[in-house]
């Protein structure tokens, strides 16, 4: 059975950082994208950062760029890194995993944990 597993997750000020962890089992997830997305109370589920198999692609949503690095350490292991935290980064954060390549839309990702919340004081 697949599983995807976060943590890192917790209370920050604003300016804080944070690092996220996700673990996958079940299965060994070479040649899977990985994503990170979120969801904030009363807001629809988006998208944060993915990145490829191998590392060597990796895509982040215009609001997090030059804040947030998304890694993987292997095949069933992904990061993010998330710098200069700001109050509206305060959401559920959901790991994902897709074959292939990154992609943005969370439909693509058959693959889901249970999520980590994130919470940004100002």
């Known amino acids: 059975q697949v599983q995807l597993v976060e943590s890192g997750g917790g209370l920050v000020q604003a300016g804080g950082s944070l690092r996220l962890s996700c673990t996958a089992s079940g299965r060994t997830f070479y040649n899977y994208a990985m994503g990170w997305f979120r969801q904030a109370p009363g807001k629809e589920r988006e998208f944060v950062a993915a990145?490829?198999?191998?590392?060597?692609?990796a895509v982040y949503t215009d609001s997090v760029k030059g804040r947030f690095t998304i890694s993987r350490e292997n095949a069933n292991s992904v990061y993010l890194q998330m710098n200069s935290l700001k109050p509206e980064d305060t959401a559920v954060y959901y790991c994902a995993a897709r074959i292939l390549n990154p992609s943005t839309v969370g439909n693509d990702y058959p693959y889901w944990g249970q999520g980590t919340q994130v919470t940004v004081s100002s």
């Open positions: 990145i490829s198999w191998g590392s060597d692609s």
